[in-house]
């Protein structure tokens, strides 16, 4: 009987590790699409791409491409840490948005990772992105005609409410660019989506009750990196362990938050677990 109960505690353990490496192994190769709809009172598609971190599917990206332009999107949204703050260069995401630009046109606003990597003058990477045709979005946006769909789209990176201990969204604690760009953007009847790398942004403080965003499309948190069955994501940024918001789509007080839980990790993370690399697409429907 001992022996019996052994062997069968054995064959679980190497079960379980087996599963374990699986999930870790189709964590890091193994695109998925994820859709959701949306009740928006426009019809269009959108794909989200997050998070790559200079990550590629396939020779030159060929795995993700035809994802994507399998989707039939309207509209591509690449919402930040497509590379590393430390990436060499910027070749890994200018050959994929080479490519996303024959499908769609493409919006890319910044991540963390975006911003260290200018910080450190590696390259000019708006200027290299735009002269692929891509639009770059931050604190700005663009009012776009699509099938009949009026919209305005638009890029922020920074926290949409004041670092004080109410995380309140006074104007004289906050940021005033930041102030003076949320409070211009709102002022429109289109359809208002904003491009915003964290979803703590929108989802921590006063944001969500302040600010008149019909969609905030987040990423940054990787699908909470490690997910537990039954439990979920475990990390979250700002939100903490087990956050509420990080991954599908949430109403969040007078906003709609959608977050994936992108495509990469950056090295020096514990690696994705339980938790294929997404490509988001959103069906806003009339």
Aim: charged share 20%.
């Amino acid at each position: 009987m001992r022996r019996r109960v052994l062997t069968l505690s054995l064959l679980a353990v190497l079960l379980l590790a087996i599963w374990c490496g699986w999930a870790i192994w189709r964590s890091c190769h193994k695109p998925v699409v994820r859709t959701w709809e949306i009740a928006a009172g426009v019809e269009l598609r959108l794909a989200v791409l997050s998070d790559l971190h200079d990550v590629s599917f396939g020779t030159d990206h060929a795995e993700l491409i035809a994802l994507v332009a399998g989707q039939k999107p309207d509209l591509i949204l690449l919402d930040g840490d497509m590379l590393n703050g430390t990436s060499a260069g910027p070749d890994t995401v200018l050959t994929l948005v080479d490519a996303l630009t024959e499908i769609a046109p493409v919006y890319y606003a910044w991540g963390n990772h975006e911003l260290e990597y200018l910080d450190r003058g590696t390259s000019s990477l708006q200027e290299e992105l735009e002269a692929l045709g891509v639009t770059v979005l931050e604190r700005n946006y663009v009012d776009l005609e699509i099938r009949g769909a009026s919209i305005r789209l638009g890029g922020m990176y920074d926290y949409a409410f004041a670092l004080d201990a109410e995380n309140s969204c006074d104007p004289a604690r906050m940021d005033p660019e930041v102030y003076a760009f949320l409070t211009e953007f709102q002022d429109t009847q289109r359809y208002k989506i904003l491009l915003c790398h964290r979803p703590d942004s929108f989802a921590l403080g006063a944001a969500s009750v302040t600010w008149d965003v019909d969609l905030v499309i987040s990423g940054h948190d990787h699908g909470g990196q490690v997910v537990l069955p039954l439990l979920g994501g475990v990390f979250g940024g700002d939100q903490g362990l087990f956050p509420d918001y990080v991954h599908g789509v949430y109403t969040k007080d007078q906003i709609l938050l959608a977050v994936t839980s992108g495509l990469g990790s950056q090295p020096e993370r514990l690696p994705r677990f339980n938790n294929p690399p997404e490509v988001m697409i959103l069906n806003l429907t009339a």
